[in-house]
């Protein structure tokens, strides 16, 4: 999220006593106020005395954005910076409008002209670095984050763009030191905890994610999404006992989900000291996908790589028919999946272009990007009506490489 900031006393100081800078006070006091329809009116009527009072202009940009008339304030601060573009917080709020019109230069030289006139403008770093990221200007976004950082150490929307930035990066151990700076802020946010451990498991830190994961179950033990993710963290590890163990917890507490008992089946331990090892892991797997089997459950297939679970890719390395365990998972989740086809109740209209869709389901972001996003980039956009149905994590991609060139996402 880029940051607008609302009335600041370096706008206020355009005031320097008359009707009009007093009519101009009582507009912010109702823009403070949250009337916004009052405020508006007061500020307009600012603008038909002086129709320079870039105040004025401003103001009624951050009523637009507020109100999500981007166009409007579009207009309104990039008058504001023409009657006055010596304010660093109009250069600031006009790149948070251009950013929502993806006017992306437009955007990055918005939030260039807001830090060179104030070097210690924390939050319009904070927006360089995020368009810098969309750019990828990867080491000139992680240096204006940093300076937003070094400017207000609490910066939320820094930290959170710097681990992000981090992330895409894959250096997870520093990712992991950010988003722990943000904790502070979020002490009860168990997301935030979880991505802190999956960020250690991305280094094969799983120790290490287990054990941070065990000192916030500690305080916070009723929390579902902390035990599942500890199981998460326990099957990659190959501890898969543990991991089941952690998974059932996670289902039986509030907010926790029936088919997070079942996700221990997607694990499977990469080396065995023994046969006997072997044996005893088949003989829990066959009875738990004959005990799942036998519930009443119907997955969200859509949802099976997030929050349920697909077959172990080590399974076939044991040296065994596969076949049997295959077939059980094939029944477990073939009820998920209608056989017929129900009518829609939509009337299907005629369309000029040829409407192409692609599912990308949890889980499979990564290879979308590299082996069909290229495809995607090159359909023309004059006959072809794209349409993207994915998880949040592709929105970054999607908003820079794709929907400049048009495109829909659900």
Request: hydrophobic share 35%; proline share 4%; aromatic share 12%.
């Amino acid at each position: 999220m880029l940051r607008a900031i609302e009335h600041d006393q370096t706008v206020m100081s355009e005031s320097n006593g008359n009707r009009v800078d007093d009519l101009f006070r009582r507009g912010v006091l109702r823009h403070k106020q949250g009337n916004l329809n009052a405020a508006k009116e007061m500020f307009r009527r600012v603008l038909e005395s002086s129709p320079q009072y870039a105040g004025a202009w401003h103001s009624l940009g951050l009523i637009a954005l507020q109100q999500n008339a981007i166009s409007d304030a579009v207009f309104s601060f990039e008058q504001a910076t023409i009657f006055s573009d010596s304010y660093p917080i109009y250069w600031n709020n006009y790149g948070v409008a251009l950013l929502e019109v993806r006017r992306f230069e437009d955007t990055k030289n918005a939030f260039k002209k807001a830090v060179l006139l104030n070097q210690n403008y924390a939050d319009a770093w904070s927006n360089l670095g995020r368009v810098q990221m969309v750019a990828k200007q990867n080491r000139e976004a992680e240096a204006s984050l940093q300076n937003a950082i070094h400017l207000k150490p609490q910066h939320k929307d820094a930290l959170t763009h710097l681990a992000n930035l981090y992330r895409l990066q894959r250096r997870h151990r520093e990712c992991a030191e950010t988003l722990q700076k943000l904790l502070p802020l979020h002490p009860q946010d168990d997301i935030l905890t979880c991505h802190i451990a999956e960020c250690y498991a991305s280094t094969k830190m799983h120790e290490e994610a287990v054990e941070y994961l065990s000192q916030t179950i500690a305080h916070r033990p009723q929390q579902a999404n902390l035990h599942y993710q500890q199981g998460v963290q326990f099957g990659e590890a190959g501890q898969f006992h543990q991991s089941r163990a952690c998974f059932q917890r996670a289902a039986s507490l509030p907010l926790g989900q029936d088919v997070w008992r079942w996700k221990h089946l997607a694990y499977c331990p990469v080396y065995f000291d023994n046969t006997q090892q072997i044996d005893e892991y088949w003989h829990q797997l066959n009875a738990d996908l004959d005990e799942a089997i036998a519930e009443d459950n119907i997955y969200d297939w859509r949802m099976l790589v997030q929050d349920g679970f697909i077959p172990s890719f080590h399974l076939p390395h044991h040296n065994r028919c596969c076949r049997e365990i295959k077939e059980k998972f094939t029944r477990l989740f073939a009820k998920s999946f209608p056989f017929e086809r129900p009518e829609s109740p939509f009337r299907v209209e005629k369309r000029d272009k040829i409407r192409i869709g692609f599912l990308v389901t949890p889980g499979q972001e990564g290879g979308f990007v590299r082996y069909t996003g290229g495809i995607v980039k090159q359909l023309n956009t004059s006959h072809f009506e794209i349409v993207l149905i994915y998880w949040p994590s592709l929105s970054d991609w999607w908003y820079s490489e794709v929907s400049p060139t048009g495109g829909t996402v659900c």
